[in-house]
Every structure is written in C-alpha cells, then in structure tokens.
C-alpha cells in the first residue's frame, strides 16, 4: 500500500516537473537547444530565410544575445525585434538615435521610460539601452566595447561618407561570428567592384504601398549605390578572403511572414531595400 502511495507522488512530481520544464522551454523560445551559430549556419539560415525581418532569429534560435540598431526612426523595426526575442534570456538591445520622433517616443520615451513597450511587457525580460546620439558622435567611443555586440544594425545615415566611417567603427565592435549589417542595399545597375560577394547587387525598386501612403509617390526609390559603394569599398580595402559579403532580397508577403509568427506591419517600410550583411570570422 506504502509503495503504491509513493509511486503515486513520484509519478505526481514527475508530471509537475514536466510541466514546468515545457513552460521554461517555452518562454525560452527554443534557445536553449541552440550554440551560438557558426557562420555557415549564419548564412544558410538567412539564405533559406531572405529577409531581414528573420535576423531576429539569429537571436532565438541563433544564441545571439547583444545588439544594436543604429538609426532607429519610428521603432518598427526595433519593436519587431523585441517581440520576437521577448522571453529569451540574457537578451540587450541598444538603440542609437539622434532625433527621437513622436511614434518611437510613444512606443518608449528614453526621459521618462514610458509607452507601449512597457505596458505591453516587451521590456521585463531584456536590458534595453538608449543612446541620444548620432552614429560617430567621440562618446560612443567609450560607451560602446570593442567586440561586444552579436548584431549590428546600421539604418541612419545612408550616405556614401556616412557608411564608409560607420563600418570600419561598428565591425570593431561585433564579436567574433556576429554580424554587421546595414540597410538600403540596392542601385541602378552601377558597375560593381570586385571582391567576395560584390557581384549580382539588387536593383533599386519601386517605393511600397506603405511608403505611397507616407508621400513617397510610386516610381522608383532613390538610388542607394553610395551606400553599395561605401560596402564593397571596405570589403576590397579590409582585404580578409575570409569575409563574403551577403545581402537580402526582401521578398516577403504578408502571409509569409505570418507564418513565421511575425507581423508585416512591423517590417514593411516606404521600400523594399535589400540589407546587406557580414559574419566577422569565428
């Protein structure tokens, strides 16, 4: 009888212990079955997954667990990093950002620590850093260690010169088998240099339904070939065969992204620029 009671309560405990290790797996959004990924791993996943909506995964399922954008805007694509990654552990996002506007102060006002990122709980599992800077302001120098970052995000300045001095800046401080990425990735079919990867750059599109609706107007986006320039410049000039040079397509659809639990109007911007991006070698 004795040994029926107790067979009864290991079986309990053993169920309670069950339940409680599926919610941690849970809340952990399957990190903890993942090493921080090597660079092959790296670029198959974002080769299979174009769109620099998924480098957020590089985090859930990845093992990164630091990073930075750099010219945030309105915090779109800074909210959509925080709800995809909003129950891993150990998780730092820093914000750079000169001129905080209305719609990124409504979603978190760095003065007050108020707004929507707080009330809908995006903040209570992560380190969030806010810099009221411009992307090469001498502070940063300090506040910012050298390899210390798994991500790296640049989306402010998009000029020739602006890029070219970002790079070289933010590449010191990405961590070993991190990535250096940057937005507006695309020309008008200028010649390309040659180094690994450079080839095949994307065409400039046309502006978005979104962007049509924030008076972009519908013919083609801007030309971006000084950021394109900025990217193979320092990837001739770094002169390391071990660096390849990658770049997005940005070929997603609503539905796409639904199915992998993200929200297009999260990513969606005024175009559909591809992102380029680096693994630093392991």
């Known amino acids: 009888m004795h040994g029926r009671k107790y067979a009864k309560k290991i079986c309990f405990l053993a169920i309670i212990l069950l339940q409680l290790l599926f919610f941690s797996f849970e809340k952990e959004s399957y990190s903890l079955l993942f090493d921080k990924w090597t660079e092959q791993q790296i670029v198959s996943f974002l ?26 805007a309105d915090g779109r694509f800074s909210e959509h990093i925080l ?10 996002w820093t914000l750079i950002e000169p001129y905080p506007n209305d719609e990124l102060n409504n979603r978190f006002n760095a003065k007050t620590s108020k707004g ?37 995000y640049l989306d402010g ?9 970002e790079i070289p800046f933010y590449w010191r401080r990405v961590k070993k088998c991190g990535v250096l990425a940057g937005h507006d990735y695309c020309n008008h079919g200028e010649q390309s240099l040659v180094c690994n990867g450079c ?26 070939n000084g950021v ?37 109007d999260l990513i969606i911007t005024s175009t559909r620029n591809p992102s380029w991006y680096v693994v630093k070698p392991c």
Not at 85 to 91: A, K, V
Not at 135 to 145: A, G, I, K, Q
Not at 252 to 259: D, G, I, N
């Open 47 to 72: 080769e299979s997954n174009p769109n620099r909506a998924h480098f957020s995964r590089l985090f859930r399922l990845g093992g990164f667990r630091k990073g930075i954008e750099v010219g945030v």
């Open 199 to 224: 080839d095949n750059v994307p065409t400039c599109q046309n502006y978005t339904e979104f962007g049509m609706a924030n008076g972009k107007g519908s013919g083609m986006v801007k030309n971006q």
């Open 83 to 92: 709800r995809d990654n909003r129950f891993i552990s150990g998780f730092e």
């Open 116 to 152: 929507t990122w707080v009330t809908d709980g995006l903040l209570n599992n992560l380190k969030l850093i806010f810099h009221n800077n411009f992307s090469m302001d001498e502070v940063l120098e300090d506040l910012l260690p050298l390899e210390e970052y798994d991500f790296i």
């Open 228 to 264: 394109v320039k900025a990217v193979q410049e320092w990837i001739v000039t770094n002169n390391d065969s071990r660096i390849t040079l990658h770049h997005t397509l940005e070929d997603f659809t609503r539905e796409s992204l639904l199915s992998s639990g993200m929200d297009y």
């Open 157 to 165: 300045d998009h000029s020739y010169q602006g890029v070219k001095n």
